[in-house]
């Protein structure tokens, strides 16, 4: 069992017909068949949506978004067609809160693998190298430890998972099988490409991107990539100048929450079937100011 501890209830606005509620966004339809996109403060970890929220998270997953997407926009088109950051630009009755954390989206027909690219050994990539040397088939060499870099990035897809439900790795075999093989070649190629132009870009910055997931849908033949990129909720970003090989990493994300969570201090047991706790107080600053940090230390921009 998992999922919403409590599942909110979508907001209702006039001329958006609401889609879905995600982990962290709420999707909806306007008149003009877009999507709108609604990123909130919700929190997950282990296949769960915590009872609590982390205040701005919402909005630094939004602007730290569009600001990749114009970073990436040689190497692939993005689903963005406008951004809402200001209350003046949000649909007549929709809260404020809504600036800056909402966009107006191309409507794709989306494709049902996580793109993972992995430039460093850790996660669950960690536990099938120990168990077999292997990433998702892929063979890798001996000698590798938690937070080890790879001889080069490797494409490591999952399934898409409904919430309260696991991804699961999956071979680029499988892939090709569910979206053909020409599709399946794309998806290798752009979330390699994407991903080395942003570790290189992030290590400029002193920050370490162990790895990261796209998503991606098709516009007619077009290949888009689309919902978030490059955040702390789908990478893990490491402090540079505290990576060490051999242990778990620092990190900008949400393993923060994830190293509390499964502490003896919260007292949950993940292996059960009872919800996770609320977290506390100083958990929830911490993790705020970690993803402000990866904000401002990536885009060079103090957050407002």
Same mark, same amino acid.
């Given at each position: 069992?998992?999922?919403?501890?409590?599942?909110?209830?979508?907001?209702?606005?006039?001329?958006?017909?609401?889609?879905?509620?995600?982990?962290?966004?709420?999707?909806?339809?306007?008149?003009?068949?877009?999507?709108?996109?609604?990123?909130?403060?919700?929190?997950?970890?282990?296949?769960?949506?915590?009872?609590?929220?982390?205040?701005?998270?919402?909005?630094?997953?939004?602007?730290?978004?569009?600001?990749?997407?114009?970073?990436?926009?040689?190497?692939?088109?993005?689903?963005?067609?406008?951004?809402?950051?200001?209350?003046?630009?949000?649909?007549?009755? !929709?809260?404020?809160?809504?600036?800056?954390?909402?966009?107006?989206?191309?409507?794709?027909?989306?494709?049902?693998?996580?793109?993972?690219?992995?430039?460093?050994?850790?996660?669950?990539?960690?536990?099938?190298?120990?168990?077999?040397?292997?990433?998702?088939?892929?063979?890798?060499?001996?000698?590798?430890?938690?937070?080890?870099?790879?001889?080069? !990035?490797?494409?490591?897809? !999952?399934?898409?998972?409904?919430?309260?439900?696991?991804?699961?790795?999956?071979?680029?075999?499988?892939?090709?099988?569910?979206?053909?093989?020409?599709?399946?070649?794309?998806?290798?190629?752009?979330?390699?490409?994407?991903?080395?132009?942003?570790?290189?870009?992030?290590?400029?910055?002193?920050?370490?991107?162990?790895?990261?997931?796209?998503?991606?849908?098709?516009?007619?033949?077009?290949?888009?990539?689309?919902?978030?990129?490059?955040?702390?909720?789908?990478?893990?970003?490491?402090?540079?100048?505290?990576?060490?090989?051999?242990?778990?990493?620092?990190?900008?994300?949400?393993?923060?929450?994830?190293?509390?969570?499964?502490?003896?201090?919260?007292?949950?047991?993940?292996?059960?079937?009872?919800?996770?706790?609320?977290?506390?107080?100083?958990?929830?600053?911490?993790?705020?100011?970690?993803?402000?940090?990866?904000?401002?230390?990536?885009?060079?921009?103090?957050?407002?």
């Amino acid at each position: 069992m998992s999922g919403f501890v409590d599942k909110p209830e979508p907001v209702q606005v006039p001329g958006l017909v609401h889609l879905h509620t995600g982990k962290v966004r709420d999707l909806y339809q306007n008149d003009e068949g877009e999507l709108v996109m609604v990123a909130s403060d919700r929190m997950s970890a282990y296949d769960w949506v915590l009872p609590t929220e982390i205040p701005d998270k919402g909005r630094v997953l939004t602007q730290l978004s569009l600001w990749w997407f114009d970073q990436l926009a040689d190497l692939v088109t993005n689903h963005i067609i406008r951004p809402l950051n200001t209350v003046g630009e949000l649909p007549k009755g !929709a809260p404020a809160d809504w600036a800056g954390r909402t966009t107006v989206c191309r409507s794709l027909r989306m494709l049902p693998v996580e793109c993972v690219a992995r430039g460093y050994l850790t996660g669950s990539g960690l536990v099938e190298y120990n168990r077999d040397r292997t990433v998702c088939g892929l063979a890798l060499p001996e000698g590798l430890v938690d937070g080890s870099e790879l001889p080069a !990035a490797i494409f490591t897809p !999952a399934t898409k998972a409904e919430v309260g439900e696991h991804d699961e790795n999956v071979s680029y075999e499988e892939v090709a099988r569910e979206v053909g093989a020409e599709t399946a070649t794309q998806l290798r190629q752009t979330t390699l490409a994407v991903y080395g132009r942003a570790r290189d870009m992030a290590r400029d910055r002193g920050i370490v991107l162990a790895d990261t997931k796209f998503e991606f849908g098709l516009d007619g033949d077009t290949l888009v990539l689309a919902d978030e990129v490059l955040t702390p909720d789908s990478s893990r970003f490491w402090p540079a100048e505290q990576w060490e090989p051999g242990r778990s990493q620092p990190s900008f994300d949400k393993q923060y929450v994830r190293d509390w969570l499964t502490s003896a201090e919260s007292g949950w047991d993940r292996a059960s079937e009872v919800p996770p706790p609320p977290l506390p107080k100083d958990v929830v600053e911490r993790t705020r100011d970690k993803y402000i940090e990866a904000y401002e230390r990536l885009t060079g921009t103090p957050w407002a």
